[in-house]
């Protein structure tokens, strides 16, 4: 059983509950064992950055600080804090002073921040250490029957400087795992684009017209689902996704499954059991 | 349309700075700049040296004297010593005014800009930023324009001067997008197009449209041009595309190699090898070809430039934009392969002949950069000087049309004029009688350049050269423009340009032909030597019933005496 | 040394183009000619698109000028990605064709089409103008050319490789919100908006940056970072927003903008319980009446599929949250002095 130190993203313990129940349900199936790291942090997005650099250093340092104790790997499911962790790991592994200030004041709590655990998202564990072949193996009820529009979300692919794992522009690793789960992926000019969750707030108009725009393509390509590793993405083409195709005149509706979600349906488990029932866009 | 006090065609480094200054000389001047493309894409974006400035920051002891002395000895004797003496005597100022406005620069540890050693040069004067001086001084000319608030007609390709007698009235242009051919009435006309060297076609390192509008316009009303048979070559251009592969390559120990496997420049510099000057290098590369240990390709023959016993590390670290280049534009990586090259033209001395205020003998038209020819790069251009050249004379041309500008009321341009030039340019594109594809005879034009008014040049090969270009004007007023629409007609506008490529390389073959002397970037198998006695002058080419008539001018000289080149 | 003196035997494949057609005189909507020609290696799609037009069909239109990846001419859309046809090899781009031995081409988007393959760039010019792209030098004009600003390498480098920008509009054609309203600054704007902002020798920093946290501006980015893998120059354009949004805060205070107020919302929530209060987001980002107009109609099914937020007091804090409290306070003096320092220079 390979253990991970787990990052508590906000939203997965708010609006998004059924990442991390999900992942509960079927971690074990997989030999795999997150550990919840119930002393992380937000990571402040790009926004704590803005107001505050250096206070995101810390915040960061700390969050895989406590990963380190462990002597785990970090694993997010949230794309937007795997990227926020990963640039302020980067930051803190470039400048010497600023992680010796930083460490500075974690030594209180008796946390240091080494640089010795990598920060990873799920994906990329279920590929690279679960692997794909074993996933195929374990796969009781394939997703055969249905078209999926695999939808990637920014943050996992860019900036390439900071991720790296997949081809910024031309990220395959989704896809991979997709198929592994017996799933048939369609090609669509979306798959790597932005869900527009990063402007909702402060310029909404322009968030619903980048969604509706994904969508509409997925739904023009005939896609029967969406499938997405990031709950933020998540939020805006299931939660958003009423008001967004109404906004730009367009009609119909396409299920929003987490990645979490379509590998516990591979893997046996019920939509009640998974908490897709939660969804606004019905499954 | 209103009618202009200056209409400057051409938006690169002299355009701009001439907009500029003329906005500042006088704010209520009404000015447009004309160009062909937007200004920010011209081709001094693709200078990347730098611009030489005495302005002392790196050698304390540089002098402007010695700015002069080195650009004159560098000219071959053929620049006009009171023109390079202003070129010179400008250049730190016009560095500090481009500073002064916001050009970034590469700085040294007093945080002064920062200069380093160019060829030629008794003392480090090239003032640079990285390895993209003349894209950061266009950026910046640019913004500064857009600031100022310089009407710009872009995409606008200039067609003909509108006459009056012998006094212009303004200029004819096409609005690319629309394909309307429209009148600019003008007071003052500045020409500033860049150069022409882009008639060597796939030999030429030049931007596609450095085809010498500016020069083919003047010379078509009557106004002389001056040296049109001095054109730079650099050694080492990619075969495909002419590209320069920087003297950087050599500098880190590439070798140049034949179809043998022979280091051939053993036999011309047994000393330096590759790192001989670089019009001996281009000779040495084109003697090789011509004696038949080039390789052969359908794009020509060709030597290689072998990186490969460097190593993978040394290409990766020192010579990174030299691999990018090759692998982005040749399709090579020059840690496997070794990188075709071939010399290529690159710079033309010659241009619209002008005074040192760039007025051309036409009054109310001016020329300045390598457009016009003032002159002060003789037979040979100095590196560094070039972004000089168009920085000092744009704004000089500028400020001089600003002045004058208030003087002189030309009478309108007619409807009849540009229905008439309308009419000129449509007729391409009539079936009957016409079948050349422009794409064919700008290849043969180019090559038939390149063998015969090329590096060697000989009598019997120019007239050779001049025979060809005259039936590849025969076959043009067949070609055809199959492009019949109106909106962003680029078939016909490259017909366009091959016309005026056509028109000047008449003038680069006649002087070519005339010259019997070897003399900076000319050289003459047949006549090997400097001639000073009958050849230490300008030539001028002004058209005259449908040929070039050939003219001379003396060559201003001033302190300092006629002396043998070496280096 | 032996196998230099080799020729070139350069493998030759058939190749389709096919390449997006319209002519706004004859054609009410465009559509796609196939061009299929026998290329060799080492060939540019410039190259082949130049081969076409002399050989094949003048009237394909396209922009192209140095082509040598420095004029920026020539950026269009080769296999779905917005690039320079100068600089990218025929055989690169085969290997990533969706059909095989097809590549596809296509204008950039996001700026209006004019033919073929060529569009508008007349937009973007104007938002130059519109946010002072340009250094407004201190320096008076009459006073120029006498002498230097004395300017660091290592300032030059706060601006050098955003002076790499050669405006071939790749980034503002892939843009996420420029799609979604034309209004938006750009990415390219942005990028040289900051590379004015951080010359010292600029005096209209205040201005531009008035302008540029207004409507359809800094703020609106999505982050997305397409622009910046995007980029033909490799510049890093997210950070140049990044910087402008620092700035912004910095000089303009957290209360400026609803952009502002986001992001100074995680910064209280975290330092109070080290999570981020949702529920409350919308209304401290833009105030009650826009959350009620814009929230309340959603939030019955949200309640309804229990997807909302906690209210704050049931936001659990983090554990061990008093000494994270501290840490976060102590930096935050850290920070006040670093600021002092700044000041002193």
């Not at chain 2, 080492?236 to 420049?265: C, D, I, P, Q, W």
């Not at chain 2, 052969?296 to 040394?314: F, I, N, Q, T, V």
């Not at chain 3, 054609?27 to 020609?37: A, C, G, H, L, N």
């Not at chain 3, 001419?73 to 031995?101: F, G, H, Y």
Request: proline content about 4%; overall charge neutral.
């Amino acid at each position: 059983m390979k253990r991970y130190a787990y990052y508590q993203s906000c939203i997965n313990e708010s609006m998004t509950r059924e990442v991390d129940r999900s992942i509960q349900l079927w971690q074990h199936d997989l030999g795999i064992e997150m550990v919840n790291l119930h002393e992380s942090t937000c990571c402040g997005g790009s926004n704590l950055d803005y107001v505050s650099p250096k206070h995101f250093a810390l915040v960061n340092a700390r969050n895989i600080a406590a990963a380190e104790k462990l002597g785990m790997d970090l694993v997010v499911s949230c794309n937007t804090c795997l990227m926020t962790i990963r640039s302020a790991k980067k930051k803190l592994d470039e400048s010497p002073e600023l992680k010796a200030e930083v460490n500075d004041l974690l030594r209180k709590e008796g946390l240091e921040y080494r640089g010795t655990s990598e920060v990873r998202h799920l994906l990329w564990v279920l590929i690279d250490d679960v692997g794909l072949d074993a996933i195929r193996a374990k796969v009781k009820t394939p997703l055969s029957r249905l078209r999926i529009a695999p939808f990637y979300g920014c943050h996992i692919l860019r900036p390439s400087t900071v991720l790296g794992r997949d081809n910024p522009l031309e990220p395959t690793s989704l896809d991979l795992l997709l198929e592994a789960l017996g799933g048939r992926t369609i090609p669509y000019d979306h798959k790597n684009r932005c869900c527009g969750f990063h402007t909702l707030l402060v310029a909404e108009e322009e968030s619903l017209n980048v969604a509706a725009e994904a969508l509409k393509e997925a739904m023009d390509e005939k896609a029967d689902c969406i499938v997405t590793p990031c709950p933020l993405c998540h939020t805006v083409l299931d939660g958003y996704q009423s008001k967004a195709l109404k906004k730009n005149g367009l009609r119909g509706s396409i299920p929003v499954f987490h990645l979490s979600e379509v590998v516990g349906l591979a893997l046996g488990y019920s939509d009640r059991q998974l908490g897709i029932r939660r969804h606004i866009v019905t499954a | 349309m209103k009618l202009f006090d200056i209409v400057i065609v051409g938006g690169g480094g002299a355009g701009l700075y001439a907009a500029m200054e003329a906005m500042k000389a006088n704010p209520a001047l009404n000015i447009a700049v004309l160009s062909k493309i937007y200004p920010n894409r011209s081709h001094t974006s693709a200078a990347q040296g730098g611009a030489n400035a005495a302005l002392a920051n790196s050698a304390k002891d540089d002098t402007v004297e010695m700015h002069i002395f080195d650009t004159i000895k560098g000219s071959d004797y053929l620049a006009d010593q009171d023109a390079v003496e202003v070129l010179c005597s400008e250049a730190p100022k016009i560095i500090r005014e481009l500073e002064n406005m916001g050009t970034p620069w590469s700085r040294l540890d007093d945080k002064t800009i920062a200069q380093r050693p160019f060829g030629g040069a008794g003392r480090p004067r090239c003032c640079y930023c990285a390895d993209k001086t003349g894209h950061t001084i266009l950026q910046t000319l640019y913004e500064q324009c857009l600031r100022k608030g310089v009407q710009f007609f872009n995409e606008y390709f200039a067609l003909d001067l509108s006459l009056d007698g012998s006094r212009s009235k303004g200029i004819i242009a096409m609005n690319i997008k629309t394909g309307k051919v429209e009148a600019f009435p003008a007071r003052t006309v500045i020409f500033a197009t860049g150069g022409y060297a882009k008639m060597y076609w796939n030999r030429s390192s030049n931007a596609a449209g450095n085809t010498g509008d500016g020069q083919a316009i003047a010379y078509r009303a009557g106004i002389p041009l001056k040296d049109m048979e001095f054109v730079q070559f650099h050694p080492t251009g990619l075969r495909k595309s002419g590209l320069l592969v920087t003297e950087g390559a050599r500098g880190e120990g590439g070798y140049l190699v034949n179809a043998l496997g022979e280091r051939f420049m053993s036999r011309y510099a047994p000393e330096k090898m590759e790192l001989g000057p670089r019009d001996l290098v281009s000779r040495s590369l084109e003697t090789e070809i011509l004696e038949g240990r080039g390789f052969d390709s359908p794009a020509g023959k060709y030597l290689h430039l072998d990186l490969r016993h460097l190593g993978a590390d040394l290409i990766k670290s020192r010579l990174p934009q030299i691999r990018e280049m090759c692998m982005y534009f040749e399709g090579v990586d020059p840690i496997d392969e070794p990188i075709p090259v071939r010399p290529t033209a690159h710079y033309s001395m010659g241009g619209i002949d002008t005074d040192n205020f760039g007025r051309t003998v036409m009054e109310g038209v001016y020329a300045a950069g390598e457009c016009g020819c003032v002159s002060v790069h003789g037979a040979n251009r100095l590196g560094g000087n070039s972004l000089l050249d168009i920085l000092v004379f744009g704004r000089i041309a500028g400020r001089a049309a600003a002045e004058e500008a208030g003087g002189f009321n030309p009478s309108p341009i007619l409807d009849n004029e540009v229905a008439d030039k309308d009419q000129e340019i449509r007729s391409f594109m009539r079936s009957k009688g016409h079948y050349e594809r422009y794409g064919t005879l700008r290849e043969e034009l180019g090559q038939t350049l390149g063998m015969n008014v090329g590096i060697y040049r000989e009598s019997s090969k120019i007239h050779r050269g001049i025979e060809e270009i005259a039936a590849l004007k025969e076959r043009f007023s067949h070609v055809r423009v199959f492009d019949t629409g109106d909106v962003y007609n680029t078939n016909l506008v490259q017909v366009l340009e091959l016309r005026n490529m056509l028109d000047l390389a008449e003038t680069v073959a006649a002087g070519a032909l005339v010259r019997e002397e070897s003399r900076g970037s000319h050289t003459r198998t047949d006549y090997p030597t400097r001639d000073d006695i009958n050849w230490h002058r300008h030539t001028t080419y002004t058209l005259m019933n449908g040929k070039p008539v050939l003219g001379f001018k003396p060559v201003s000289m001033g302190r300092y005496e006629l002396q043998e080149r070496t280096y | 040394m032996t196998d230099s003196s080799k020729q070139h035997i350069e493998e030759k494949r058939d190749v389709t183009f096919r390449v997006h057609r319209f002519n706004p005189q004859v054609d009410s909507k465009p559509y796609f000619d196939d061009y299929t020609i026998k290329l060799e290696k080492g060939i540019t799609v410039l190259r082949a698109l130049n081969y076409i037009k002399e050989h094949v069909d003048a009237s394909l239109t396209f922009r192209a000028f140095c082509q040598a990846g420095i004029c920026g001419s020539c950026a269009m859309r080769i296999n779905n990605m917005s690039k320079l046809a100068c600089t990218t090899q025929v055989w690169d781009e085969l290997e990533r064709t969706r059909e095989p031995n097809v590549i596809r081409v296509e204008p950039l988007r996001n700026l209006p089409l004019i033919k073929d393959l060529v569009v508008e760039m007349d937009p973007l010019v104007g938002k130059m103008q519109q946010f002072s792209n340009w250094v407004d030098s201190k320096m008076p004009e009459e006073q120029w050319g006498r002498k230097e600003f004395l300017v660091s390498e290592e300032e030059f480098r706060k601006y050098d490789k955003a002076t790499d920008c050669i405006l071939c509009a790749s980034c503002v054609s892939e843009c996420t919100i420029l799609r979604a309203n034309r209004d938006y600054v750009s990415p390219a704007v942005l990028l040289k908006s900051y590379r004015m902002n951080v010359d010292s020798r600029d005096a209209s920093h205040e201005q531009r940056l008035a302008g540029l946290v207004g409507d359809h501006g800094v703020w609106d980015c999505t982050h997305c970072y397409r622009c910046q893998e995007t980029c033909v120059k490799h510049i890093p354009i997210m950070d140049a927003i990044h910087g402008i949004r620092e700035d912004a805060i910095e000089r303009r205070g957290v209360k400026d903008t609803s952009g502002a107020r986001h992001a100074e919302a995680f910064m209280t929530d975290i330092g109070k319980k080290g999570k981020l209060v949702e529920a409350t987001l919308p209304i401290r980002t833009n105030g009650v009446a826009w959350t009620l107009k814009n929230l309340l109609p959603m939030a019955f099914k949200m309640v309804i599929k229990r997807r909302t937020p906690p209210p704050p007091l049931l936001v659990k804090s983090t554990s061990g949250i008093e000494q994270f409290r501290a840490e976060f306070r102590e930096m935050s003096g850290h920070v006040a002095k670093d600021h002092e320092k700044k000041s002193g220079e």
